[in-house]
Every structure is written in structure tokens, then in C-alpha cells.
T-cell receptor
Framework: GESVGLHLPTLSVQEGDNSIINCAYS??????FIWYKQESGKGPQFIID?????DKRQGQRVTVLLNKTVKHLSLQIAATQPGDSAVYFC??????????FGTGTSLTVIP | DAGVIQSPRHEVTEMGQEVTLRCKPI?????LFWYRQTMMRGLELLIY????????DSGMPEDRFSAKMPNASFSTLKIQPSEPRDSAVYFC?????????????FGSGTRLTVV
């Protein structure tokens, strides 16, 4: 399978600060990416997605950046809140095949 | 729709016992996935079904693991005999397509502890 890895396994941020979670992917042909959020005791949930024909996509307080040159994906969370504490996964997809998931980054928000 | 429903939420069993995990996918979803999650290996795909037929079981660790989908609304993952290294959270997910928009919908998982 493809390799999808995260740079940082854990991240702690102060409430109100911005968070940046990174992800590296190995398949340069991947054309669709998703960020998932997994809260304690729950399954992963969709946050935001981006296609390979875009460099940036914004949602509510979240922004995903895609750098195809270096095969890097990042998730930015603005004004991080305690409710953002969770594990965040990136997932990549090539041409409608199955998704491959990264190992996850644990985000802890310090009140 | 209530989403993907898994049972039980927690399972503690002794080594050597049989364990059966259950999943009810979202109605109308043609794909069903079983994942295992551990701290060391993250989310691992064990097997997935399309229209109740197993398509890729290359992620199933060994013969002790088996999965079935007798109908469109029910799937089981069985471990027999269970071992301590099987301790993990097992997720079921479903989707309309394999590489679907917005990804897969996951259940809340079954936390399995084998002692």
C-alpha cells in the first residue's frame, strides 16, 4: 500500500492559538485528500477535503494546504478551542480507489 | 439514519476465546470496511466488501481472523482463538463508493482487550 505519514505524533497548543498539523504522502498520483478528526471514544469523522487541482481550501476555522511538489498536506486550525482536542488523520486517494490513512497526530489544547 | 452501528462497544476476553464483532452499515452503502487501530500501526484496513462480497482481505492478519457479510445490513469480524496482541480498537466503516467523496463513515468502534 501507499505510505502516508505524519511529521508529529503529538501537538500541544494554547487555547486561542492556531494549530498546524502536517502530513506527508508518498504517491504523487494521489488526487484526493481528506482530513479526519477522531475524538476520544469515537470513530474518525470527516473535516475537510481537497482535490489535487487545488492548493488551498478553507472551511469553518480550518484550512487545508496542498503542496504537490513536496507531497505535503497540512491542516490549519484557527483559534484552537478545547473541543479541537483530538487525533487528526490525513487520508489519500488515487483515482477512486481505496483511501490510505496516516498514523495520526494527537492535538491537545491547553486552556 | 443512525450511522454505522457497531457492537459491542467494549469487549474483554481471555486468551484463546472466540470473539465476534458486529457491524450494521448505513443503508444503501455498497461498501463495508473493517479496520483495526493501534497506537503503533494506526488505522489498518483488514478487509472490505462490495455488495456483500469480500473484495480485498489482504490485511487480515492470519487465519484466526475471519469476516462475513451475510446480507447488506450486517457484517461480523471473528477472531478465534484470540490472543493478547489482538487487543485494539476495531472500526467498521461504510460508503457508497470505494473512493467516495467525503470518504468513509465510521462507526464508534469496538475496544477489544484480550487478557
Amino acid at each position: 500500500g501507499e505510505s502516508v505519514g505524519l511529521h508529529l505524533p503529538t501537538l500541544s497548543v494554547q487555547e486561542g492559538d492556531n494549530s498546524i498539523i502536517n502530513c506527508a504522502y508518498s504517491n504523487s498520483a494521489s488526487d484526493y485528500f481528506i482530513w479526519y478528526k477522531q475524538e476520544s471514544g469515537k470513530g474518525p469523522q470527516f473535516i475537510i477535503d481537497i482535490r489535487s487541482n487545488m492548493d488551498k481550501r478553507q472551511g469553518q476555522r480550518v484550512t487545508v494546504l496542498l503542496n504537490k511538489t513536496v507531497k505535503h498536506l497540512s491542516l490549519q486550525i484557527a483559534a484552537t478551542q478545547p473541543g479541537d482536542s483530538a487525533v487528526y488523520f490525513c487520508a489519500e486517494n488515487y483515482s477512486g480507489n481505496q483511501f490510505y490513512f496516516g498514523t495520526g497526530t494527537s492535538l491537545t489544547v491547553i486552556p | 439514519d443512525a450511522g454505522v452501528i457497531q457492537s459491542p462497544r467494549h469487549e474483554v476476553t481471555e486468551m484463546g476465546q472466540e470473539v465476534t464483532l458486529r457491524c450494521k452499515p448505513i443503508s444503501g452503502h455498497d461498501y463495508l470496511f473493517w479496520y483495526r487501530q493501534t497506537m503503533m500501526r494506526g488505522l489498518e484496513l483488514l478487509i472490505y466488501f462490495n455488495n456483500n462480497v469480500p473484495i480485498d482481505d489482504s490485511g487480515m492478519p492470519e487465519d484466526r481472523f475471519s469476516a462475513k457479510m451475510p446480507n447488506a445490513s450486517f457484517s461480523t469480524l471473528k477472531i478465534q482463538p484470540s490472543e493478547p496482541r489482538d487487543s485494539a480498537v476495531y472500526f467498521c466503516a461504510s460508503s457508497l463508493y470505494l473512493g467516495t467523496l467525503y470518504g468513509y463513515t465510521f462507526g464508534s468502534g469496538t475496544r477489544l482487550t484480550v487478557v
